[in-house]
């Protein structure tokens, strides 16, 4: 268990009293029995090692479907439970559902970008949970072309996305995904853009995007395996043939990999990448020749990761091979092998490279240094470039919707914890850029009432560890405030800075608000994920801790009030942190955690595992089964103290199953000493991302601040 310092508790206590000072009223938990989930004893043995698990039976929904009325019985009994020691608060809830939703501007309309001749949107409506997707051709005083209804196409639905929008080279057709079930399996329609007409043919099991070939009636798409959910072939479609008898243009063999398929931003090829978290490779074909066979760009390399954006007249590489932060490198458009490839941007220590979006006379390179995003507009034909300056010392900047490729226009999004989503167009020749746009908050957001601070906590071997934090101006450092800390630390995913509306409530109320940039994360370059992963993946946990206690220390909170909340692998650092520091956090908010995994990397049927093992390790392996189950958190559960505890999970999950963070909570029940509250919910209808709608998901947020907002003491 991770120690606080005695003087440091001192301090803390101190504050804490000072803070309870304030007109707060304690919240009176209902005096009921929570649910006692069966206990049926289940054995693995691995590695000669063997563990009883009493609630892997929770899977039987997974495995066999609806009829598992024991899963469901169970899963019922935690709601009920939830809704009971929740209704004190129903009130309270209420009233955040409607504050955060009147914070948003129902009538509204996204910045048309443009793409080969027309323009394209969405607008939403009043009292609309959905959105109306739209174009205009050549100009915006065109009239409008209503291409999809999505709010009429939800109805009657408890679950519905639309994506994947594509339109055919000629403008006439256009392909999309729907998914009613939140497992992210798509089924693929097409629309006749002239007509009207929603043709018959359906091609089900797929991501729900589609990659034209320039002959506007072939189309080539992604297929899931049915059960693991893995992307597994590659299929090309020819309009008004059985889609049952699409042929199979590529089959991945490595069930550790991820394909898809795609096309190039300037229409000249279409491309295959097939990728997984150390090495991947690509093939390609002209678009002008769909039944061309694909050509293998460069053959997959051992710990090579590389991927290809086209010029006019070359490829671009953006590859680490032999540059831990990735380089660019370029070849001619006939001569593809690693042999051939020259570098064109360097590696550098102390910069990520990202990204890079292509134009006819620019690139624009996405970079990250010092855990900052960066723009640098590089011109194809002086050589020259320049950075974007963004005038702030904690933002998040990044390239968005550029469709087109003939252009000299890049359009950009810009925000911060304070400054809402704000979108720019910047002309890369004379260096103009022009506000397009700026997240519209009702009921007069003033930046100016908020303050944000970049700070520094030192990890136990050391390191450096960023914490971004906002609060509302007022805020005093005396120990006495309630603190929120957000953490992933996974799979290189960066949780920069950014504006949210209903993070006001939370800010509005005294709360404070950060995020620990933890390794595992790529935030101050690859390394950073790289240290955060596999056999050093308890880096993640500790550099959290020693974040929290980094904040009680520098006295913007105390024990007693500070809080943690993470999600799906960020769900994974919230049990592991539960377990190491319990007494460390007043409360927890654990979303779709990935709490069980030691038997999920084990079992090769659940979505995901095999795609996995570069991340956290193959538990086949001794060794690695032995440091996996050292902190999966449902290995870990212990006869001790927890924190006051709401973990939230969808039946339909297919990134997390939902019976990982139901198994957590019923060990969590049987095992633990102490009487905080253990509260559980499951979206009978939902999966990973939660509510579909705009605002159904308000309703989520409303429950996890009330919880916080209940263990804090504050009622309105």
């Given at each position: ?6 003087p ?11 803070g309870n000072?304030?007109k ?13 989930a069966?206990?049926?004893p ?13 609630y ?7 495995k066999?479907?609806p ?7 169970y899963?019922?009994?935690?709601n ?18 409607k ?7 129902e ?21 609309k ?11 915006l005083?065109?009239?409008e ?30 392909a ?8 992210r ?10 007509t009207?007409?929603l ?36 299929k ?32 000249k ?9 150390t ?14 066979e ?44 690693i ?14 490279l ?15 240094k ?5 723009l ?20 998040t ?11 000299d ?24 850029r ?7 908050v009702?009921?007069g ?6 303050h ?18 906002v ?18 630390g996974?799979?290189?995913a960066?949780?920069?800075p ?12 005294g ?8 390794r595992?994360g ?16 308890k ?53 779709v955690?990935f709490v ?5 990397m ?8 095999t ?33 006051n505890?709401?973990?939230t ?37 939902v ?22 907002f ?7």
């Amino acid at each position: 268990m991770n120690k606080i310092n005695i003087p440091m508790i001192l301090l803390t206590l101190l504050a804490s009293c000072a803070g309870n000072q304030q007109k707060k009223k304690a919240y009176e938990w209902p005096a009921v029995e929570a649910p006692e989930a069966d206990k049926i004893p289940h054995e693995r043995v691995l590695h000669g090692d063997t563990v009883v698990d009493n609630y892997y039976w929770m899977i039987d929904y997974f495995k066999n479907g609806p009829d598992s009325s024991r899963v469901i019985e169970y899963l019922n009994a935690e709601n009920k439970y939830l809704d009971t020691m929740m209704k004190g608060t129903e009130g309270f809830q209420e009233k955040l559902f409607k504050e955060l939703k009147d914070r948003i501007k129902e009538k509204d309309e996204s910045v048309p970008y443009f793409k080969n001749g027309y323009y394209y949107y969405t607008r939403t409506e009043d009292g609309k949970q959905y959105y109306k997707f739209c174009r205009k051709k050549e100009t915006l005083d065109a009239a409008e072309e209503l291409l999809l209804d999505v709010d009429d196409m939800a109805e009657g639905h408890a679950y519905f996305s639309a994506g994947g929008f594509s339109v055919s080279p000629d403008n006439k057709l256009m392909a999309f995904g729907i998914d009613t079930v939140s497992r992210r399996e798509y089924v693929i329609h097409i629309k006749n853009l002239e007509t009207g007409e929603l043709y018959a043919e359906k091609i089900k099991g797929t991501t729900g995007s589609v990659a034209w070939a320039n002959d506007n009636r072939s189309f080539f798409y992604t297929s899931k395996n049915p059960v693991t959910l893995l992307t597994e072939k590659i299929k090309k479609h020819v309009l008004g043939e059985d889609s049952e008898s699409d042929k199979i243009v590529y089959e991945e063999n490595d069930n550790t990999n991820y394909i898809g398929v795609g096309r190039s931003k300037s229409g000249k090829f279409i491309y295959i990448y097939s990728g997984a978290t150390t090495s991947s490779e690509t093939r390609f074909i002209s678009a002008d020749e769909p039944n061309a066979e694909f050509k293998v760009f460069q053959p997959r390399m051992k710990d090579v990761l590389y991927e290809v954006t086209a010029l006019e007249d070359k490829f671009l590489i953006l590859t680490n091979k032999d540059a831990l932060n990735f380089k660019l490198m370029e070849c001619p458009l006939d001569q593809t092998s690693i042999a051939h490839w020259k570098e064109m941007i360097p590696h550098r220590k102390d910069v990520l490279l990202e990204d890079v979006d292509e134009f006819k006379d620019f690139l624009v390179v996405s970079e990250r240094k010092d855990g900052l995003t960066r723009l640098n507009i590089k011109s194809l034909k002086s050589g020259e470039d320049h950075y974007l300056d963004f005038g702030e010392e904690a933002y998040t900047a990044y390239a968005t919707a550029n469709m087109e490729y003939n252009t000299d226009v890049l359009r950009y999004n810009y925000t911060s914890l304070t400054t809402p989503s704000s979108t720019y167009d910047y002309h890369m020749g004379t260096r103009d850029r022009k506000l397009l746009k700026q997240q519209e908050v009702l009921g007069g957001y003033k930046p100016s009432d908020y303050h944000t601070e970049r700070l520094y906590a030192k990890a136990k071997d050391g390191t450096k560890i960023p914490i971004s934090l906002v609060y509302k101006k007022g805020f005093k450092k005396d120990g006495s405030a309630p603190l929120l800390l957000y953490g992933y630390g996974s799979y290189g995913a960066s949780m920069d800075p950014t504006f949210s509306s209903t993070r006001l409530s939370l800010l509005d109320r005294g709360f404070v608000y950060a995020i620990a940039h933890i390794r595992g994360g790529q935030e101050m370059g690859r390394q950073w994920y790289e240290d955060g992963k596999m056999m050093k993946k308890k880096n993640t946990f500790t550099d959290f801790i020693d974040c929290g206690e980094h904040l009680i220390d520098q006295r913007y909170t105390s024990l007693g009030h500070l809080y943690a909340q993470g999600g799906s692998a960020g769900g994974l650092l919230m049990g592991a942190v539960s377990n190491m520091a319990p007494d460390l956090w007043k409360g927890i908010i654990a979303q779709v955690p990935f709490v069980d995994v030691v038997n999920t990397m084990l079992d090769e049927t659940i979505p995901l595992t095999t795609n996995e093992f570069d991340e956290w390790g193959n538990p086949k392996n001794k060794e690695a089964y032995e440091y996996i189950k050292s902190y999966s958190p449902y290995e870990q559960i212990e006869p001790k103290a927890y924190p006051n505890i709401l973990v939230t999970t969808g039946l339909h999950d297919s990134q997390v199953q939902y019976f990982e963070p139901a198994k957590w909570v019923a060990k969590l029940r049987a095992s633990k000493t102490d009487q905080h509250v253990l509260l559980l919910k499951t979206d009978m209808e939902v999966g990973h991302g939660g509510a579909s709608g705009r605002f159904d998901y308000l309703k989520d947020i409303a429950l996890n601040y009330a919880f916080l907002f209940a263990l804090e003491g504050v009622v309105k």
